[in-house]
């Protein structure tokens, strides 16, 4: 019988403010590629626009095919208000560098 060998979550590292207080720049998370996003997660983005950017954002809304996510930092967020709805590549559950910590 095989058996499946459990693979290391992704870790991302965060950096700029669009996320302060939440996240702050050199903050590293655990990305859960696997796990459907909900209202209110921190998810891991990407916009058709800026195909080689991604992005931590809030989900806010299920928006056609997409999410409207936000940043939880108006005045240093480029997010769906200004870039439409975003493509989620996974949920962010727990920040764990510096002080590890459950985000939801």
Known sequence: MARAEPRP???VRVTGPSMFPTL???DVVVLEASRPA????LV???WAQRPGQLSVK???RRDGEGWHVEG???FASTDSRTLGAAEVLGVIRFRI???P???R
């Open 58 to 60: 809030r989900a806010i």
């Open 24 to 26: 702050r720049t050199g």
């Open 101 to 103: 910590r459950r985000l």
């Open 44 to 46: 891991l983005v990407r």
């Open 72 to 74: 939880d930092n108006p």
């Open 97 to 99: 560098w510096p002080r």
């Open 9 to 11: 979550l992704p870790l």
């Open 38 to 41: 909900r209202e209110n997660d």
